[in-house]
Structure formats: structure tokens, C-alpha cells
Nanobody
């Protein structure tokens, strides 16, 4: 599986962005998906995850109520809608696929496939 993330950019505080992650291959609909980010000098942080069917979602406390994860299996794409962005949201954002677990997991090492990352910069 190859993942291609897009949609990052520069936005003012309080603004919104929608990230997309498109997967190659026919097995996307069977994978749980997650979004992570890594700010400069910091460790990778789990943000949101969604089950293969889209029926279950899970969010980190830092983004709950501001970010929404969704997926369109017909388009092999997972999205991350980000609202009320803050300067501390500045980071490289990554999508990841988990073909193994039945429930959404939050640990970086449990995801097998990763996109290349897209930069999000929030100015104050």
C-alpha cells in the first residue's frame, strides 16, 4: 500500500484546512487508518483514527472537538478536517494504515504503512 498525503499549507490561527490521504491498492477498505503529526524537535503524536468501515473514530484530547477524521472507501481516501487551528498545531502531518488490528490503535509502531507527510503551518 502506498499513501499520498496532501492538503497542507499556511493558514492563520483560527482557520481551517482539510488534509487528504489517498491509498493505492484494493485493500484500503479493510485497513484502519490514522493521522499523526510531528512538530520540530518533538516526538510523533497520534491525532485521530478511524476503523475500516468508518463506523468508529478515536481522537487525541489535544484535537478533540476541532479535528474530524473521515474516509471514503470508494475513493481510497481518508480525510482530516482541521478547524480552529492554533500555532501549536504547526507540524508535519502523516497518514498511516493499520492492516492488522480490529480496533483503532494509537501507537505509531503498530501502523505498517505511512504517507510522506504534508506540512501544516499555523501563523499567529
Amino acid at each position: 500500500v502506498q499513501l499520498q498525503a496532501s492538503g497542507g499549507g499556511l493558514v492563520q490561527a483560527g482557520g481551517s484546512l482539510r488534509l487528504s490521504c489517498t491509498a493505492s491498492g484494493r485493500t484500503f477498505s479493510s485497513y484502519n487508518m490514522g493521522w499523526f503529526r510531528q512538530a520540530a524537535g518533538k516526538e510523533s503524536e497520534f491525532l485521530a483514527g478511524i476503523s475500516w468501515s468508518g463506523g468508529n473514530t478515536y481522537y487525541a484530547d489535544s484535537v478533540k472537538g476541532r479535528f474530524t477524521i473521515s474516509r471514503d472507501n470508494a475513493k481510497n481516501t481518508v480525510y482530516l478536517q482541521m478547524n480552529s487551528l492554533k500555532p501549536e498545531d504547526t507540524a508535519v502531518y502523516y497518514c498511516a494504515a493499520d492492516p492488522t488490528h480490529t480496533k483503532v490503535v494509537v501507537t505509531t509502531s503498530l501502523y505498517d504503512y505511512w504517507g510522506q507527510g504534508t506540512q501544516v503551518t499555523v501563523s499567529s
